[in-house]
């Protein structure tokens, strides 16, 4: 039983790691990693947001929808419960952190189309987790998310003062580091052995 | 199947979705109250009046940080480009301060040369401002003389620059989006005061013997207009006048003396 929370913490954090192994949630991964302080707010917002909502989800779904059998409505339903927590972590950052909340800017509400989130609750159901499994494969994903921001605002933060070729200002060079990045971390598939 | 189970089939996904939506917004609503942050009316206000541009120009994350140091009276009305003029003076009179230069601007070439002004060599090759000003400094005497290949007009995004007799000239088509005043190589398209009456037709900051040799309608630095000018707003500055606008009645005593016409007049 510990073994499969073990391999779901690793499998979250890095052989499945959201941005660098499936690609999903580029969009904030490439928006909001200019500063590291930034990238981590979002990354924080993420994971409050993805293991709650994989919570929810999984609550939803296996005690809603499934009796009803009507679980085609997974993804509608899925954002509605993303979509409020967003708004709830939206209000949450205006009132006690205004300059997160600047800083975050549009990125913020567009982690309810951030289709990692969406992702991982869908995961959750087609690989038939318990509600402690879905809880904690949510949780790491987030963590996984935020550990792959950071690396990335780290990154950036060394390459504005470093000497790059003109062309490859800003978003190329962006784009190659987040590669050479997911590059590494392809090192960690096969760890699960899967 | 019946016409009841039909009805059940489509009726139960939409009271579902229906009920989760209603659960978390009546959550979301006590927490919204919970959690309320006080927007100053005057804030909201000046937003909605503001260009909604979210473009970040201003040095503040987005339109509603801009609104804030506003109503804050930390920013200047001014350093927003994208609001229109009478929005920014109705702004101006929520917060009761003064719209003053509402940063309207005006684009001008300041140059009067084009075939006047002289060529130091022929320049044959690509035609492009940045590529013949590496060639010895551009094939004009004058190194603030403009060498119309029309770097300015290329990159115009509403084909409001005409290049007349080797010389860039700016037509009513103009946005003021300033894209040829980041553009030009040797920086003589001017961005001055959209109710400016009158500009300095020239860039060049030499003497007045030397600016004589190439060109007839640069400026000499003779210093008449400083004379002239009956409500001081114009200095001499390194051999060229600058005008200060906020000064400056548009008499046009200045364009009317100018020995050498570079001073020009706009209507």
Known sequence: METAYFAIFIGGIFVNNFVLSQSLGICPFLGVSKKTETALGMGLAVIFVMALSSLFTYIVYTWILTPLNIQYIQTIAFILIIASFVQLVEMVLKKFSPSLYGALGVYLPLITTNCAVLGVTLLNVQESYNILEAFLNGLFSGVGFTLAILLLAGIRERLVKSDIPESFKGFPITLIAAAVLSMAFTAFSGMLGG | ?267
């Not at chain 2, 009726?11 to 927007?39: C, M, R």
């Not at chain 2, 084009?114 to 400094?137: H, N, P, R, V």
């Not at chain 2, 029309?150 to 990159?155: E, I, Y």
Request: net charge positive.
């Open chain 2, 1 to 267: 199947m019946s016409g009841m189970d039909i009805f059940i089939t489509i009726i139960t996904p939409l009271g579902i979705l229906f009920a989760i939506a209603l659960v978390f917004g009546v959550i979301l609503s006590y927490a919204g109250k919970k959690l309320e942050v006080k927007v100053d009316e005057k804030e909201e206000e000046v937003l909605s009046l503001l260009a909604n541009a979210n473009c970040g120009a201003c040095g503040y994350p987005g339109c509603s940080g801009f609104a804030k140091a506003l109503c804050e009276g930390k920013a200047e009305l001014n350093m927003c480009s994208a609001t229109p003029g009478e929005n920014k003076k109705k702004i101006a009179g929520i917060l009761g301060i003064d719209a003053g230069d509402t940063g309207e601007k005006r684009i001008v070439v300041a140059c009067g040369g084009g075939l006047i002004c002289k060529d130091k060599f022929e320049y044959i090759g690509y035609e492009d401002c940045a590529m013949a000003l590496q060639t010895a400094g551009g094939n004009k005497a004058c190194s603030n003389g403009c060498m119309g290949f029309g770097n300015c007009a290329k990159v115009c995004p509403s084909q409001a620059i005409d290049i007349k007799d080797n010389r860039a000239e700016i037509n009513s088509n103009c946005t003021k989006c300033q894209s040829c005043v980041k553009t030009c190589p040797i920086h003589i398209i001017k961005a001055i005061p959209e109710n400016a009456k009158v500009y300095i037709k020239c860039s060049s900051h030499k003497k007045g013997k030397e600016v004589m040799d190439v060109c007839k309608s640069g400026c000499i630095a003779c210093g008449m207009c400083v004379r002239t000018c009956p409500s001081g707003a114009i200095v001499m500055e390194d051999n060229l006048p600058v005008i200060n606008y906020d000064k400056c009645t548009g008499c046009g005593a200045c364009a009317d003396k100018c020995p050498t016409k570079c001073i020009a007049k706009l209507d």
